[in-house]
Every structure is written in structure tokens, then in C-alpha cells.
DNA sequence: GAGTGGTCTAGACCACCCC
DNA sequence: GGGTGGTCTAGACCACTCG
């Protein structure tokens, strides 16, 4: 462990648990260096993880504040980012998943171009439903390259994509591009999510890559509106 | 101008411009280093400013590599971030605005909690339709303490309130923590946006922070869902 | 004027990739 | 083994805030 991250999750922890209220000034970064026993620009960099956040605010002259969020702005962007695939976002409720389709196909050219390979190359084609505590909560299209994350199974499907490349495969996520949107849900999909009556899906496609530069995953996931949200903090 | 952010800007250019084709491998940091007649660390820190805009990825022992992603991206992203008003997002383009709505009032209790204030403090409370080259685009609901942002005006509203704060208040935006959702338009903003049949909207809810940790904005815009989307980039 | 965070340096060592 | 970016240091100076 870093020595930055290190600090900037005791920080975090303090502010968490509330022994930093609302509003309040942090130790300063001066204090914090004699306190860690590290150089000032260590200790910046920690509390930029937490700016980054959004949690706090420093003030040039001044010094560091907490920012008072809503707590579940806190939990959800947290200190892992809006990261990780359905699974990891949704802890401590019971996530279920229905495969509806997993094949094998040439990619559309729209989506061969996103993924950087040729419409001649293979793509896994999944469409999956998630469920949360038993109720659909949104439905996944996804397409991946055969040959950038082999060995899909379908118990691989079952359970998290996303744990397959980290710990079976040892790939590491870096980045997705996200394009979020409002729509109607097809027919199919208002059976898929158990919709009835007039009620608008919450669009997600999103390109991921790994740490390696790879594009390795275009999906769209499409979400009941009535029980989902996209939590984003942008710093200035 | 500091450093980093010059080198950052110049850097963006090379790609923006074409100079390095997406896959390429950027300039040493080392070379940069002589180039700019800087230190590591603060090519490090410009080179970082692009991974964080997701142009580009770092790769331990190998070097920097541009993603190559689609265009529309870089744009909407790009060296700003997704940031700023209406106005600014839709440069190139005619922005006319309605005021529809414009008050001052006390917050609700949830309104007061977000912004910081009490339920006793007064807030503008405006209602505003944006158009894009003549047609309606959005309706944004904003309410802001008059404590924190005096001298909002008729004329104002017309243009961009973002200008006013910070060209004339000097005052400086330092982030907003977004909610993004999907819903269907009430019959008035059905009127509103001109919408017949069956059309969501794409609502962003923000609370907007200044430099110094106030909050100065809670506004939602509630967005034709077939003329907009909301675009992120978010890294591990 | 005293004190805050912001930027920058020159140099060190480490983790990792590729040959 | 040679070269990449990642982390960290100790110290300097600057921009800003506040009393």
C-alpha cells in the first residue's frame, strides 16, 4: 500500500466517521506531515484523492474543509469511484442474474470501431437481466472480444465479468468512457424488467479498457428508472 | 499560466491535431523534460491531466499511449471538463433562452439541507427553457440562495448565470456533484419542450459548490431525451 | 505579516515491461 | 539488463487569505 492511499483512507475514515463535522477544517497539511512522518507533497497528493472525491475543499490562504455531502453521494462514489461492474455497486443486497443470450458473433462495424478491431474478428454477444433482492433492475448488452478476455463460461456470466478479468485472468481495469441517456423500453424489455404501464429505462453504454490501453468491453445497460440513478462528481 | 497546464494544453493539441495517431506512443516523460526544460514530476503532472480526460494511457515500463477514442468525446470532454452551464456546453451552435418562472422564495426543507442554509434564508427560484437553434432542448429548475449569488437580474437569466458569477461576483466554481436519472415530462414540460408522444426526458440534478465550500446551486434540467446525453469518464 | 495551500526542482529508489 | 513510469524526499519560492 502507498503511503498517499494510506492517508488519504485515514482521512477519509475520519470524515466518515464524523470525527470531522460538516463544514469543519481538516489538520493541516503541515501537521499532517509531522503526523505521518512524510513529505508535504505526499500528504497533498492524499488530500487531492479526497478533493477528487468531492469531499473536501481546499482553500488556498485558508486551509481544507469538509464539504458536508449527502451521505449516499458518499457511499456510492466512496473511495472506489463509480467503478466495477453491477455487482460490486450493489453490496449488501442479494444480486441474482438471468442469461437471456450468450453467443459468439462478428461485431456490428459501429461497435468493431469502439473496440479497435475488425468486423472479421469474433465478440462474445451476451444480453443478461440483473436482479436486485429479486426484482429486475436493469438489462445488459454486452459485447467483448474473444481475444482480449477469453474463457467466458456461462457460470462466469452468473456471477461478475468484471471479477473474471481482475482475478482469473489478471487483467486490470483502467478506465470507461460512459455516454448516459433517457429512453423507452422496447417490448421485450418491459417483460425483461416487469414494466407496466408508461415508465423510462436509464440508458448506460459505455466503452472499458484495460490498463494495457485495450478497449475490451462495449455494453449498454438499461435500467429501470424508477430504482436507478448515475452519481458523477466533476472538479473544476 | 503554470507549467503543467501549458504542457498539458500543448500535448492535447498534438493529439487533438492529429500529430500522434490513436495507439501511438507519446514522447518520453524524459524527453519532455528537455523539451520544456522541466523537472519529471511536473510533466508527470501535465501528462496526468490527459489520463484523467481519458485521452490517454500510462503503462509502467513500456510508456504513454494515446486511446484513440471517438471524436465526439474529446470534444464534449475535453480540457474543460463536462463543465460550465448550458451556454458553454453549446458553443457553435444559437442558444436562446425563456424565462419562465422567476421568484425568490424560502427552500424547501430538502432544498435547504443541500445548499446549506435554513428553511428562513431566501433563494431565487427560476424556471428556465433552453433552446438550441430555435428548438427547446431543456427545462432547468435552479434555485440559489441570493446570499451567496446577489444581483441575479432579468437580463441575467438571459444570458448565462455561470458568466455572471464569474465574471462579475469574481467568484469561482470549484465542482458539482450530479444525480442523472430518467423520467417522464409533466403535461407542462411536455408543452414546454414541445414534445408529442411518448418521449422521456433526461433529468440532471446538481448541487454546485464555489471555491470556498459554499454551495450556490441546486438546480435540475430536465432534458429532451432525444436531442441530449450526459457523458463521463471515470478512472480506476 | 504570519500562515495557508500551489507549484516546482533535482535527485533517489522502486515496480514493472520487454528484450 | 536496460528502460519505462510510480512514488517519495527536502527544500524553495509563489499566491492567496486573514487579522
Known amino acids: 500500500m502507498n503511503k498517499y492511499e494510506q492517508i488519504a483512507r485515514d482521512i477519509y475514515n475520519d470524515i466518515a466517521s464524523g470525527k470531522y463535522e460538516p463544514g469543519s477544517q481538516l489538520a493541516l497539511e503541515k501537521e499532517m506531515c509531522a503526523q505521518y512522518g512524510v513529505s508535504r507533497i505526499t500528504v497533498k497528493r492524499a488530500v487531492d484523492e479526497l478533493v477528487k ?7 488556498r490562504g485558508s486551509g481544507t474543509f469538509v464539504k458536508g455531502v449527502q451521505e449516499e453521494d458518499v457511499e456510492n462514489v466512496g473511495m472506489c469511484g463509480q467503478f466495477g461492474g453491477f455487482s460490486n455497486t450493489h453490496q449488501g443486497h442479494q ?94 424489455e418491459k417483460e425483461f424488467l416487469r414494466i407496466e404501464g408508461v415508465l423510462p429505462v436509464l440508458q448506460v453504454a459505455q466503452v472499458a479498457f484495460l490498463s494495457d490501453g485495450r478497449p475490451f468491453e462495449y455494453s449498454k445497460s438499461r435500467h429501470r428508472a424508477d430504482t436507478s440513478v448515475f452519481r458523477a462528481v466533476s472538479i473544476h
Chains 1, 2 share one sequence.
Open 53 to 59: 472525491q468531492g469531499l473536501v475543499v481546499k482553500r
Open 95 to 188: 444480486v441474482s442474474t438471468d442469461v437471456k443470450k450468450f453467443e459468439i458473433v462478428h461485431p456490428s462495424p459501429e461497435v468493431a470501431e469502439k473496440l479497435k478491431i475488425s468486423t472479421e474478428d469474433f465478440v462474445y454477444d451476451i444480453i443478461r437481466i440483473r436482479y436486485l433482492d429479486g426484482r429486475p433492475e436493469n438489462v445488459e448488452y454486452t459485447q467483448m472480444p474473444i481475444e482480449v478476455i477469453p474463457g467466458i463460461k456461462q457460470e462466469v456470466l452468473m456471477n461478475s465479468i468484471y471479477n473474471h478479468i481482475e482475478n482469473t485472468l489478471k487483467l486490470q481495469i483502467q478506465s470507461a468512457h460512459r455516454t448516459v441517456s433517457a429512453d423507452m423500453p422496447t417490448e421485450e
